[in-house]
């Protein structure tokens, strides 16, 4: 075995690993989980397509992976939206999501569904996820170094950061100055090859980094819903009890970096 065919099975089953903990974790159904779900299931999907656990067509895999890359900057547009600081903020990223996928539609329909328009593509869907992941991050990362609020969010999104920082390099070596077609104008296999576990190291590793922050994300959601659940019975009891502190003040601060 090679070192590509060991990472490629790593990395996919590094893959595989967010998806059952989302699952088992309930976290399909909260927010815009299931996006990221759906995110790491199609890119799973492709990678077992390529290293030849799924037997298909070359055809399939090369419109998969096309579909995987169209697909990949509106999702994490649309799952980011769980690191948004205000609603509207919120309404201004579902917006751009929709935009860019408007910007791919008209690409496509121009040049065709083929590597050219995903290069297109990939290149300004790249920035905007790294620019918000980095946005994110910084904010988060303070939260929870300053006060101790977070933390599954700033793991969370640094595995995001990691893995597109990666992704980003690899777009930018492999498409624009496309470093594995060498002088002749024959394509280096070496260079691929080397691409490829590059790309499977980072997806290793950005998966691992995601699991950990799911993992501490799930108690401090828990605790979010254990919270609301007593603030809705402290509401009951005390309907006809007049306050003059609200009881929002004491109970709620445990998820005021929901918006801050």
């Known amino acids: 075995m090679t070192w590509n ?13 967010p998806i059952i903990l989302i699952l088992v ?26 290293e030849g656990y799924i037997n298909a067509d070359h055809s399939v895999e090369y ?16 799952f980011l939206t769980y690191f948004s600081t ?24 121009t040049i065709g569904f083929n590597i050219d328009a995903i290069t297109i ?17 910084i904010r988060h990362a303070k939260l929870a170094i300053e006060n101790r609020k977070a933390t599954g ?26 470093a594995h077609i060498g002088a002749d104008g024959k394509v280096n296999a070496q260079y691929m090859n080397d691409t ?20 501490i994300e799930r108690k401090r959601i828990q605790k979010l819903q254990e919270l609301k659940v007593t603030r809705k019975e402290l509401s009951t009891i005390y309907t ?3 306050r003059a502190v609200p009881l929002r003040t004491a109970i709620l601060d445990f998820d005021r970096d929901q918006w801050n």
């Open 121 to 137: 593509i990939m290149g300004p869907g790249l920035l905007i996820i790294f620019g918000l992941c980095m946005y994110f991050f």
């Open 153 to 178: 969010k700033a793991v969370i999104i640094s595995s995001l950061l990691f893995g597109y920082g990666c992704y980003t390099i690899i777009y930018l070596m492999y498409y624009i100055f496309k």
């Open 25 to 50: 974790l309930r976290l399909g159904r909260y927010r815009s989980f299931p996006v990221l779900l759906l995110y790491y299931s199609s890119v799973l999907i492709y990678n077992l397509l390529t």
């Open 5 to 17: 065919s060991i990472m490629g099975f790593v990395s996919s089953f590094a893959l595989l690993a």
């Open 63 to 78: 419109y998969w992976g096309l579909t995987n890359n169209v697909m990949d900057t509106p999702l994490m547009i649309f």
């Open 86 to 109: 205000s609603k509207i903020f919120t309404r201004k990223m579902r917006v751009l999501a929709l935009s860019f996928i408007l910007f791919e539609i008209i690409v496509i329909a």
């Open 240 to 242: 006809e009890t007049k």
């Open 196 to 215: 490829f576990l590059i790309y499977f190291i980072a997806a290793s590793l950005s998966s691992v980094i995601m699991c950990i922050g799911l993992l």
